[in-house]
């Protein structure tokens, strides 16, 4: 079983549409939960956060959070064209030598 | 904002050489990762630092790979002797424990190619 499973896409969706990106852990004692933003052929950008069960919202974008079922989702709503990008969904240990273990990301399409 | 950032963005360097990856950590930060991504691959964790030593390292984090803090800014990632499949783009990171959160901010990567 892999550690971060993602669906690879590609997800697409017309613009102003919601999209919803999906994601599930192996590790139970994971603690932190990240989904990064990967542009083809640059780094990682963090774009959201996410401790405890539940709902995260930060302007366009929610996480949500669900531990018993180590199923982590981002909402992106009022998609827009600069949106399409790789998403990753990432989990760590807590403690902050911990390493984050990436899924191989979900990539977005928004069609214009 | 403060970033991580990472000279060179392109190394490029034949099989058995020697190469450093250089980072400058975001200034508050205390722990520092690097992590890999091969094409087409996903982001791999190689080492994490704090406090001038080692914290964690992964199974590819061998031998011909060493980090090091020469000074209070720069942080490296020496290969000693590439290897065709050290081809990657290689990533440095870090974060701030005092915040209580984990988030680990991401340079924007080297890309090394080994011929």
């Known amino acids: 079983q892999k550690e971060v499973e993602q669906n690879s896409g590609p997800l697409s969706v017309p613009e102003g549409a919601i999209a919803s990106l999906n994601c599930t852990y192996s590790d139970r004692v994971s603690q932190s939960f990240f989904w990064y933003r990967q542009y083809s052929g640059k780094s990682p950008e963090l774009i959201m956060s996410i401790y405890s069960n539940g709902d995260k919202e930060d302007g366009r974008f929610t996480a949500q959070l669900n531990k018993a079922s180590q199923y982590v989702s981002l909402l992106i709503r009022d998609s827009q064209p600069s949106d399409s990008a790789t998403y990753l969904c990432?989990?760590?240990?807590?403690?902050?030598?911990?390493?984050?273990?990436f899924g191989t990301g979900t990539k977005l399409q928004v069609i214009p | 904002e403060p970033e991580v950032t990472q000279t060179p963005s392109h190394q490029v360097t034949q099989m058995g050489q020697e190469v450093i990856l250089r980072c400058v950590p975001i200034s508050n930060h205390l722990y520092f990762y690097w992590y890999r991504q091969i094409l087409g691959q996903k982001v791999e964790f190689l080492v994490s630092f704090y406090n001038n030593e080692i914290s964690e390292k992964s199974e590819i984090f061998d031998d011909q790979f060493s980090v090091e803090r020469p000074d209070g800014s720069n942080f490296t990632l020496k290969i000693r002797s590439t290897k065709l499949e050290d081809s990657a783009m290689y990533f440095c990171?870090?974060?701030?424990?005092?915040?209580?959160?984990?988030?680990?901010?991401f340079g924007p990567g080297t890309r090394l190619t080994v011929t």
């Open positions: 990171a870090s974060s701030d424990p005092g915040t209580g959160m984990d988030e680990q901010y």
């Open positions: 990432a989990v760590k240990r807590s403690g902050g030598y911990q390493k984050v273990t």
